[in-house]
């Protein structure tokens, strides 16, 4: 039983349509009956849904936020991008920026940087995604990886209030693999100890099901988990948050 305030971050990726709010009704319902429990639930769904959903969770304790953004604040010939702003705007209050998905599909620890920046001047909260690949970890790279990608990501960022790191080994995104609860406890210890001042909230994702979660929640030091697939079903991601604090 955890007694801390949790996040738990619903990452829809590419899924869902205007009809698939409906299932969240469930979800709205049981945060109005679990008033003593801590927790923050956000759900970031595709760029489409922003929103309705947040008209839908207006008078809720549910919060909306996005998947990524362009590094620009500014409008410009950005053929099939939102900035920030224009997130802020249709309601998110945070966004993800980062996810390993899009690294791989080419966005630098640079670029992530001005994302980072840009997001920030929006006033959105950030959920920084960093974790390194499984040939990195084969080589124990992994401190080094995150180590480059914290520096890099928020290399002159002095304020990090607004961010909230998710740890995401590659390898484990929708694999149904997750580290063991030493190396888990290991790179979430290393990671809160490169932040001298202000140590950021940060939480773990890849592949966090109803099931692993019972081992996930005994290793006291994560904030709480990004969840992918199985933040698709209501059901699940209920569960998932029931036995956290259970
Ligand atoms: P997963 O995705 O829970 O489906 O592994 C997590 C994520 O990519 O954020």
Request: hydrophobic letters at 35%; one cysteine or more; glycine letters at 6%.
């Amino acid at each position: 039983m955890t007694n801390k305030y949790m996040y738990f971050i619903a990452n829809w990726k590419m899924f869902g349509d205007l009809r698939t709010l409906n299932s969240l009704d469930s979800v709205i319902k049981f945060s109005k009956n679990n008033k003593i429990s801590k927790f923050r639930i956000i759900y970031c769904p595709p760029s489409t849904l922003i929103r309705p959903l947040s008209k839908r969770l207006k008078k809720t304790n549910l919060e909306v936020g996005a998947q990524n953004c362009h590094e620009s604040e500014n409008y410009g010939a950005f053929t099939g991008h939102v900035n920030s702003k224009m997130l802020k705007n249709v309601g998110a209050k945070y966004v993800i920026l980062g996810h390993s998905e899009n690294r791989q599909s080419g966005e630098t620890d640079k670029l992530i940087n001005l994302k980072i920046k840009s997001a920030i001047k929006s006033n959105l909260k950030v959920i920084f995604c960093i974790g390194e690949t499984l040939s990195e970890k084969r080589k124990k790279l992994t401190n080094k990886v995150l180590a480059k990608q914290i520096n890099n990501g928020l290399s002159s960022i002095k304020d990090t209030s607004d961010i909230i790191i998710a740890y995401e080994p590659v390898w484990s995104i929708g694999t149904g693999l997750i580290p063991k609860s030493k190396d888990l406890l290991n790179s979430i210890s290393y990671i809160k100890s490169k932040f001298r001042r202000k140590v950021p909230k940060v939480l773990y994702g890849g592949s966090v099901n109803n099931k692993n979660i019972t081992e996930l929640k005994d290793i006291n030091i994560i904030d709480g988990f990004l969840i992918g697939g199985a933040s698709q079903n209501s059901k699940k991601f209920i569960d998932i948050i029931k036995k956290t604090f259970n």
